[in-house]
């Protein structure tokens, strides 16, 4: 879907919402980059060290040669952890980054070009995970599905249409590995995602999301007129999942034009703009709660490793 048809859509639904992929342009992706080096936000530290204390072994159970695609590559800093590992053995590697970004995923490439060269043969797929999956879902060649920290950020009935994609795209051999979070600790997740300070890189994260509407629908939404807030839920239930809502408050009645569809949205005094779709965002697993969620989607976890914080799996498609 379009970005615009995307942003429209949420601000047509009830509850209103902005999809958590919209605010990931050059400038909110830049935002992403900042929250990884706060102290407090514990994910991003903890999954990096998993990677690199693993990667031998994760790497030794792979079938080589095969072309990786990864899903959402951001920066690629954890990707390289892994090309570097293949690159002891192999004397190049295929390489399919995805991002929606198509200026952040340019500047990407140029700094993985700058840093491997020739050995590293790069094409990139811009565009959401469910319009590059049906293009890999193509490539009859062995491959990797990479996609690092991406499961948490989608509402649990979108994850299961993910999942379920991802498993028609593997064949043969073919394997997904995958990390995401199972901290349960409710102090440390809140204090990572929940300070709402206006300067600080995780508000300016959420609220890049009507930065994007402002240009992308040429509107004027006066963020001043909105208080940021949130909440954790805690769900154990086995076909569940604990995640984050994040909301936007209207302060007051408030109307705004989008000049680019010709219409106009309004808030309503105490209305909450969501910063995601569905139930929530930045999921939070138990063990159980991802066995069920890949069984139901005919995926199968054949290795894991794991630390207080995260999880990375080696996953294939089940066949019979």
């Known amino acids: 879907m379009d970005i615009k048809d995307l942003l429209l859509e949420g601000l047509n639904s009830a509850p209103k919402y902005i999809d958590v992929s919209c605010r990931y342009d050059e400038q909110g992706s830049k935002y992403d980059e900042e929250c ?10 903890a999954e990096k060290h998993l990677v690199r204390t693993t990667v031998t072994d994760v790497v030794s159970n792979l079938d080589m040669p095969l072309k990786i695609f990864e899903l959402g590559c951001g920066n690629t800093k954890k990707t390289q952890i892994f090309l570097d590992e293949i ?37 990139t797929m811009v565009g959401d995970l469910m319009k590059v999956l049906p293009k890999i879902r193509n490539y009859r060649g062995r491959k990797l599905l990479l996609w690092l920290g991406g499961l948490q950020c989608f509402p649990l009935n979108v994850q299961s249409k993910i999942l379920s994609s991802i498993a028609s795209t593997l064949q043969g051999h073919d394997v997904c590995l995958m990390s995401t979070d199972v901290t349960q600790s409710r102090e440390t997740i809140e204090k990572a995602y929940m300070d709402f300070d206006e300067f600080k890189p995780f508000s300016k994260l959420y609220k890049n999301g009507v930065h994007v509407i402002n240009r992308e629908l040429k509107s004027n939404i006066d963020l001043s007129k909105f208080e940021l807030e949130g909440r954790y839920v805690e769900n154990k239930d086995v076909s569940s999942a604990s995640y984050i809502q994040v909301w936007l408050r209207s302060l007051a009645q408030q109307s705004y034009v989008l000049e680019t569809v010709g219409k106009t949205v309004t808030f309503g005094k105490g209305e909450k703009l969501l910063l995601h779709n569905g139930n929530g965002m930045s999921h939070k697993y138990t063990f159980e709660q991802l066995e069920h969620l890949f069984a139901s989607v005919k995926l199968q976890i054949v290795k894991k490793w794991d630390n207080e914080h995260s999880v990375l799996m080696l996953v294939k498609r089940i066949t019979s």
């Open 36 to 45: 990884e080096n706060l102290e407090e936000y514990y994910y991003y530290r």
């Open 87 to 123: 690159l002891r053995h192999e004397s190049s590697i295929e390489y399919s980054p995805n991002d929606v970004s198509e200026d952040f995923l340019e500047k990407t490439c140029e700094n993985l070009f700058a840093i491997y060269g020739s050995r590293l043969k790069v094409d």
